[in-house]
């Protein structure tokens, strides 16, 4: 079945790195996306990785997938008080032609 | 972000009011989405347009009609709801509904049903 599955919470201290995880089921999916939500806002699309990667790298973020895992992670590094939001991770299954969120995870950073 | 854009930002009604929320998108895409987030859950799709035609509705209740009358604005229509269909309700777009092209997402509309 569809099912993309994150933990609800984090928090870290300001500076370190943070790493949310997420799992998935479905191996058809081209993309995975990661998306930040802060309070009272829409979704912004943070950055996604295309599924014949391993690794990718923009700025303080690398995202990290394991394919045979089904596991796809989202480091930030240096971890700022302004990167306190909800982060989601989502899948686009082939069959279906929709985005499958998980239930977002909750980073709190701490000064 | 202003690629896509939704108003009101806010909404309160009560349970036999009509009212309708807006969308647009100023990104050139021809797909638009309708979903819902509530407290707690994942996001859930409602509905999609693929160039003005409806091409997806997720087993939505009656008292949600969408609109969508060209590629840059999508309407959700919305009388007799219930207090459960309070959540925070988003647009989103992309260039086609292909699962592979990647969708953006306007801020919002909070709607509160009492």
């Known amino acids: 079945g569809e099912d993309v599955e994150q933990s609800l919470f984090l928090s870290v201290r300001e500076g370190d790195s943070s790493v949310i995880n997420c799992t998935y089921t479905d191996s058809s999916s081209t993309y995975l996306y990661w998306y930040k939500q802060e309070p009272g806002a829409g979704l912004q699309l943070l950055t996604y990785?295309?599924?014949?990667?391993d690794m990718k790298q923009d700025q303080r973020l690398t995202v990290l997938l394991n394919k045979k895992d089904k596991h796809l992670s989202l480091r930030i590094a240096d971890t700022q008080t302004g990167d306190s939001a909800i982060y989601f991770c989502a899948e686009n299954p082939v069959q279906g032609g929709k985005l499958i969120f998980g239930q977002g995870t909750e980073l709190s950073v701490k000064p | 972000e202003t690629g896509v854009t939704q108003t009101p930002r806010h909404l309160v009604m009560g349970m036999t009011n009509k009212k309708s929320l807006k969308c647009e998108q100023h990104?050139?895409?021809?797909?638009m989405y309708w979903y819902k987030q509530s407290a707690k859950k994942p996001l859930e799709l409602m509905f999609v347009?693929?160039?003005?035609?409806?091409?997806e509705n997720n087993s939505v209740p009656s008292r949600f009609s969408p609109e969508c009358p060209n590629s840059s604005h999508l309407f959700l229509h919305l009388h007799t709801l219930q207090p459960e269909d309070s959540a925070l309700y988003l647009c989103?777009?992309?260039?086609?509904?292909?699962?592979?092209?990647?969708?953006?997402f306007g801020p919002g509309t909070r709607l509160t049903v009492l």
């Open positions: 347009y693929s160039l003005e035609e409806r091409v």
């Open positions: 990104l050139g895409h021809n797909a």
């Open positions: 989103a777009s992309s260039l086609t509904s292909s699962s592979t092209d990647t969708q953006y």
């Open positions: 990785i295309f599924s014949n990667m």
